[in-house]
C-alpha cells in the first residue's frame, strides 16, 4: 500500500505546464520566499530565482539554503527539474536575491526573481524622518 501511495506521489504531473508545483513557484519567485519541497525524500528550503521551460520541462534554478534542518555553507544555483520536488508550498521567509545570479542566458524563462536595492526602502525612510 505505501508503494502505491508513493507511487501515485511520483505521478502527479507537478512539472507540466501550470501545474500547482509550478504555480507555487512562480508565486513564490514574483514575491522573493523561499519554498519548502521535499527532493528524493529530502527535505529542501530553496531560493527560488528562476523557473524555465526546457525541453518540455519544468527547470527551477534556485539555491538550496537548508537541508532536513541544516544551513547549507555554499551558495550555488543548482538546476532542479520540478517534476523532482514534492510537497512545494511558499515559506513565509523572504530573501535579498544575490548580486551573483543573472538570468541572461537563459532561455525558456517562465518567471525570474527581480532584483531589489536592500536600501533603496531603508534611505527613502530616513529621508521622510527629517
Keep these: 500500500m505505501a508503494l502505491g501511495l508513493g507511487l ?8 507540466r505546464r501550470g501545474s500547482p ?7 513564490a519567485i514574483k514575491e522573493r520566499h523561499h ?3 521535499v527532493r528524493d525524500g529530502v527535505g529542501v528550503l530553496i531560493q527560488p530565482y ?7 520541462d519544468s527547470i527551477l534554478h534556485g539555491v538550496v539554503v537548508m537541508v532536513e534542518g541544516d544551513t547549507v555553507g555554499a551558495w550555488s544555483v ?8 514534492s510537497g512545494v508550498e511558499v515559506y513565509d521567509a523572504t530573501f535579498i536575491p544575490a548580486d551573483a545570479f543573472s ?10 526573481v527581480e532584483p531589489v536595492d536592500p536600501f533603496k526602502d531603508a534611505d ?3 529621508a521622510g524622518a527629517d
Design 103 to 112: 538570468a541572461s542566458g537563459l532561455d525558456g524563462i517562465i518567471a525570474v
Design 21 to 27: 508545483a509550478e504555480k507555487t513557484i512562480k508565486a
Design 124 to 126: 527613502q525612510d530616513s
Design 35 to 37: 519554498i519548502r519541497a
Design 8 to 15: 501515485g506521489l511520483g505521478l502527479n504531473n507537478r512539472g
Design 78 to 85: 543548482t538546476e532542479i527539474s520540478v517534476a523532482s520536488l
Design 50 to 56: 528562476a523557473l524555465l521551460r526546457a525541453a518540455g
